[in-house]
């Protein structure tokens, strides 16, 4: 697998690729935060006044305030007991696994998980991981049934959003096959905080998960618009963290500045609620106009639309025309894709209506 095209951003919806200017509908900075004026400001003062790097691991010489600041943030925003950071996102679920696994006796993934979760899952004995069909809450049943021995605790291991696609996993159903057994889900939430459920809390919100069924994980560099992970869940979670995960002893932690954008992301979030809840609604009506044309997209309010004609050239002309009407065509081939891969379009809530016009026109006239 080749590392992608050379991208620059040259505003908040635009970039440079091959020295020309295109509207840009990739990545993940669901709002934008990443070049928002007083997130720049907020890293650059951090940065002049404490320097890149705590230079060291935070059980030593590397806990800055500022660190701590922005887990009592997080979890005041997810309305969590507490927030543990991570060096990234990618490494939450280590963190959140070697922190909870050895209250459980078996691992249910889901067969679609991100790698970031089937990895950590995949160092734990073979025997203890059981895999399930991709939001098959039935399948899943059934495995709990036919696998669990008397008195063995469960832990689901599951996408809030699907990365590829947006789609949400029916996480309360999961819940419902658990819950008598005494297991819980862990969540990998890393594009939902910030975009779905009440005030961007995120899929376990959206779900409506009552506090005790699960563990969330995320990240600050898909909607916040920075870098880092976190593990958030009840009080008591950042001692457990300490003691358990060598991920999170041994790690250097991010850099001030990013602690310092983070803080200032979750403020702009917490002050513009309408953020959130414009980009839902504008999403769903995108959707609805999506599947008008004959693509077939989820049903779902996260920022992401999955488009290929399943036809190499026709997913060759699309790309052709997004080039000629000045879009990035942001095609993904990725583990997990569809078969030959997939424009993975993303609307941001500072795209103008225009922007999102001409990307629909664009997919219209792919289908003629």
Request: charged share 20%.
């Amino acid at each position: 697998m080749a590392l992608g095209p050379e991208l620059r951003f040259c505003d908040r919806t635009k970039v440079l690729y091959e020295g020309k200017a295109y509207l840009f509908f990739g990545g993940n900075d669901y709002h934008r935060l990443a070049t928002h004026p007083d997130v720049l400001r907020a890293a650059r003062e951090a940065a002049e006044a404490d320097g890149l790097s705590c230079a060291g691991s935070r059980i030593t010489t590397g806990n800055h305030p500022l660190l701590v600041e922005l887990e009592r943030r997080a979890a005041a925003f997810l309305g969590a007991g507490e927030a543990v950071l991570c060096p990234s996102g990618y490494l939450s679920n280590t963190v959140a696994l070697e922190t909870i696994g050895g209250e459980f006796q078996r691992f249910f993934l889901d067969g679609g998980a991100h790698a970031s979760l089937a990895t950590p899952a995949g160092r734990l004995p073979r025997e203890m991981v059981v895999a399930f069909r991709h939001a098959d809450p039935e399948d899943l049943a059934r495995q709990l049934q036919g696998c669990l021995r008397p008195g063995e605790k469960p832990l689901v291991l599951t996408d809030g959003v699907e990365p590829g696609d947006g789609e949400l996993p029916p996480l309360q159903a999961y819940w419902t096959a658990v819950r008598d057994f005494g297991g819980v889900l862990l969540v990998d939430d890393a594009h939902g905080i910030g975009v779905v459920g009440p005030n961007g809390q995120g899929s376990p919100a959206e779900a409506t998960l009552p506090a005790e069924a699960f563990i969330q994980t995320g990240t600050f560099s898909k909607a916040l618009g920075g870098f880092g992970g976190l593990v958030a869940g009840p009080t008591g979670l950042t001692a457990k963290v300490v003691e358990k995960s060598q991920a999170f002893v041994g790690a250097t932690p991010i850099p001030p500045p990013l602690a310092a954008a983070g803080i200032r992301a979750l403020e702009l979030l917490q002050a513009s609620p309408g953020l959130i809840t414009g980009l839902r609604t504008r999403m769903l009506r995108t959707r609805e106009r999506v599947r008008a044309l004959g693509f077939r997209v989820p049903a779902s309010p996260a920022p992401i639309l999955s488009i290929t004609h399943y036809d190499v050239g026709k997913n060759a002309r699309l790309r052709s025309l997004l080039l000629d009407r000045g879009i990035y065509p942001p095609f993904i081939r990725y583990p997990g894709s569809p078969p030959g891969g997939h424009f993975r379009f993303t609307i941001s809530s500072a795209h103008a209506e225009e922007d999102i016009e001409r990307l629909l026109d664009t997919l219209g006239a792919s289908c003629r």
